[in-house]
């Protein structure tokens, strides 16, 4: 994965299924859909469940 996706968000963080942080990133203009480059792409495994956290400062949304 190159780049984290986010919508009308501040900050986005890519979690495994057991909380370990594996990127996040801030959104410049975080208005509509956005993605934030990686600085290194991070490698997703097959069969593995991953968790991707947007934060908007008045929000928190949380998907599987």
């Known amino acids: 994965m190159a780049a984290l996706p986010g919508y009308n968000s ?3 963080s890519l979690w495994t299924e057991t909380g370990t942080l594996l990127a ?3 959104l ?3 208005v509509g ?3 934030v480059p990686l600085p290194a ?3 997703l495994e097959a069969g593995r469940i991953y968790r991707l956290a ?3 400062a008045d929000d928190l949304t949380f998907n599987r």
């Open 10 to 12: 501040d900050k986005v």
């Open 24 to 26: 996040s990133g801030v």
């Open 28 to 30: 410049t203009n975080p």
């Open 33 to 35: 859909w956005a993605e």
């Open 41 to 43: 792409p991070v490698h």
């Open 54 to 56: 947007v934060y908007k």
